[in-house]
């Protein structure tokens, strides 16, 4: 007979989806969106629909591998797990016992977020601390972002996004649900339903964009100084919240200066807007209560990323949104469930301190780091496709005396530099924990299926391999429920009445805070107990005390003959997931760039040509579109691509640089001058066209 089981999609999207599993006779043969679930209702989207092909995807690694060619060859032979995993604990135990455990550098990506098996519970932190490995810093996705508004309101939590549904002004800035986090759109609807007025602010017309009543262009990285200027005209029409800023806020006088500073005629200029979209838009932004910014991870992926978020977060301290139910700003809900983290990662395990090593610096730290990294274990990553610099990373990871693991799904390029590869389950066929970083909801992942091949959690693949090298630390060998018991039964009031047990009954539970949300109604969580419009944490820390606006290093101003390259998000791929399925890729066709019709005329280009996208660091072919998907001076790609399967072997990030935002070492793909070119047919890796031009256009 037929069962239902409940999970939860794993993937670094912020919906966190609720599913239901569809098992006859120990098969996975139906999943669909759990229809109950108060957020996601049932709804997955187009890339994680046929979730279950890609489980059982022609190429998926079902065994243990050890690499029989160079380094990036990717020939391997079969062997055993007790082969595999012994290898591996008597290289990590020499290498560890030689030059220190800091030699070993786990280096964990986003490919899931569960708390047992992925990201959000540092998965195999136990292990690596106990070996006393290098602290791997999660660079990659959001942390300039959280770092600058922990500046201002003390936490990067801000508004539940079922809150939008009560705003009357609603501002997607960098931020494109449509492909990325659908989810909220239907409380976005329901706004709009009830007459709020939807504004996009993107360099590229996404789309959402093309959803919404009004969409800025802005140059890209400008976004500060945007919200300044818009701030200035709410100012200067008197309609700021005098008592909010009063009362609830520091530094209101000298944040007033700042804004003084960002008059709407400097902000158009430095934006590259027209002065009288600015003024109208400030003008609505004063007279419109509530308004709610979504503001998502884009747009922090600049040398200024980390002061955007802290300049953005002021604007409903300036207009009282914070007070309002449906106003304020959504960034990230991860910050809301209270479950124990500490206590599943145990850093109190280490011997001593550690060092930290910047996961979007992998080339740096691979290639220069003093000492030196020996033994690299990828888990959940696939940095060749997905780190900035790729040919860097690609020189670092081809190193003879790195000893290198890759745990993984799929035969990835970075797979074809491992010394062992090890096959790890996916969703539907282990246990796991999730919440989402867009909602108020914790998820119970129950595994519906048996592994195939023999692919492993994550979880045993820890226990197996501190077995193997006679570690006798207990927490090592904790099972997969005691693992989620220690996790959600902190004892945080906001989990009161939540047990594994009823979560898998349930399958989900509601977060225990106020619904609506009002996020800071009971203080914000800085120093002051108030938001900090001077900061002197940030003075201390060497950073402006005053939110602000910093350019970008090369995105606003790209140089003569240069564009600002923007590899957003693509609508078929989740990072780089699924970028090997035959259907997605269909559906993705090949990488395109999009340009603005003077950009293309100035260099020669028609639409539908192949060019090469490149500077000093790297290039990669695309096909050419030409429209109103970029502003002026952008190039608009997606990324996600495998450079393997593509015909030139490179993506977007053999152009992308490592180099760390303002704030919290955070990653700058978005701070990228480009130049765009004609490809041409010299035997260099520009081939004739291997398919039609699809849906890559509009992302
Ligand atoms: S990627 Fe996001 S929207 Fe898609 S199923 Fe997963 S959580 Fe839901």
Redesign the pocket.
């Known amino acids: 007979m037929a069962m239902e089981i409940p999970g939860a ?1 794993p ?1 670094d ?1 912020p ?3 609720s599913w239901i599993v569809t098992v006859d006779d120990g098969e996975a043969v139906g999943l669909r969106g759990n229809p109950d679930h108060p957020f ?1 209702r049932g709804a ?2 187009a ?2 629909a046929r979730f279950l092909d890609h489980t059982r995807a022609p190429d998926r690694l079902l065994y243990p591998l050890r690499r029989t060619g160079a380094k990036g060859e990717g020939r391997f032979e079969r062997i055993g797990w007790d082969e595999a995993l012994s290898e591996m604990a008597e290289r990590l135990l020499a290498i560890r016992d030689r030059h220190g455990g800091e030699a070993i550098w786990p280096f964990q990506g986003t490919g899931t977020l569960g708390y047992l098996q992925g990201l959000e519970g540092r998965s195999g932190a136990r292990l690596w601390n106990v070996l006393g490995a290098s602290d791997h810093l999660m660079t990659i996705c959001s942390i300039a972002g959280s770092e600058g508004l922990r500046y201002t309101t003390g936490t990067n939590r801000g508004m539940d996004p079922e809150a939008f549904q009560h705003a009357r002004l609603i501002l997607l800035w960098g931020s494109n649900p449509l492909t990325s ?3 909220i759109w239907k409380f976005i609807v329901a706004a709009r339903k009830q007459g709020a007025r939807l504004v996009v602010i993107d360099p590229v017309r996404t789309r959402t964009a093309a959803q919404a009543d009004e969409h800025l262009a802005p140059r890209p990285g400008t976004d500060a100084a945007l919200a300044l200027g818009l701030m200035h005209e709410v100012v200067r029409r008197g309609a700021h919240d005098e008592a909010f800023l009063r009362e609830r806020c520091v530094g209101w006088e000298a944040f007033r200066e700042r804004i003084d500073e960002f008059p709407a005629d400097r902000v158009a200029a430095i934006c590259d807007l027209p002065l009288e979209r600015i003024v109208a838009l400030g003008e609505r932004l004063a007279t419109t209560r509530p308004t709610a910014i979504r503001a998502t991870m884009g747009i922090q992926r600049h040398a200024g990323g980390g002061m955007a978020l802290r300049t953005l977060a002021t604007i409903p301290a300036v207009t009282g949104d914070w007070a309002l139910p449906g106003g304020g700003l959504a960034y990230s809900t991860s910050g809301y469930f209270r479950g124990n983290r500490a206590a599943l990662a145990r850093d109190d395990l280490r011997a001593h301190p550690v060092r930290s090593l910047v996961m979007t610096r992998m080339a740096d730290v691979l290639l220069d780091a003093d000492p030196p990294v020996h033994a690299l274990v990828v888990y959940g990553a696939n940095p060749l496709a997905s780190n900035p610099d790729t040919e860097r990373v690609r020189r670092a990871l081809a190193r003879e005396d790195l000893f290198t693991v890759v745990i993984e799904h799929s035969p990835t390029d970075t797979v074809d530099y491992a010394d062992i590869v090890l096959p790890s389950t996916m969703q539907t066929e282990h246990t796991d924990v999730h919440d989402g970083y867009g909602h108020m909801y914790l998820a119970w992942n129950e595994p519906a299926v048996a592994p195939p091949g023999e692919c492993l959690p994550h979880t045993e693949i820890w226990r197996r391999l501190a077995r193997a090298m006679g570690l006798e630390e207990p927490a090592l060998y904790d099972d997969d429920l005691t693992l989620a018991r220690t996790l959600v039964e902190s004892g945080d009031p906001t989990l009161a009445g939540v047990t594994v047990e009823r979560l898998r009954r349930e399958g989900w539970v509601r977060l225990g805070h106020p619904n609506p949300l009002v996020p800071f109604a009971s203080g914000f969580p800085t120093p002051s107990g108030k938001l900090e419009l001077y900061s002197e944490r940030a003075a201390a820390a060497g950073h402006d005390p005053v939110p602000g606006y910093t350019p970008p290093a090369e995105a606003a101003d790209p140089g003569e003959d240069r564009l600002a390259l923007i590899a957003a998000a693509s609508h078929w791929f ?1 990072n780089s997931i699924f970028a090997n399925g035959a259907l997605h890729r269909e559906r993705a066709g090949e990488p395109t760039v999009a340009l603005h019709p003077d950009d293309a005329a100035a260099r020669g280009l028609v639409a539908g040509e192949r060019v090469r996208v490149g500077n000093e660091r790297g290039s990669f072919d695309a096909l050419l579109a030409v429209g109103d998907a970029a502003r002026r001076g952008v190039a608009a790609t997606t990324k996600g691509h495998w450079p393997k399967l593509l015909a030139g072997g490179a993506n977007v990030n053999s152009a992308t640089e490592e180099r760390d935002a303002d704030l919290g070492a955070g990653a700058v793909y978005h701070d990228c001058s480009v130049w765009v070119r004609r490809a041409v047919s010299n035997g260099d890796g520009a081939v004739a066209l291997a398919q039609p031009q699809r849906s890559a256009l509009r992302q």
């Open positions: 999609c993937l999207c919906d966190g989806c996601t997955l989207c890339k994680v986090h659908h989810h989740l």
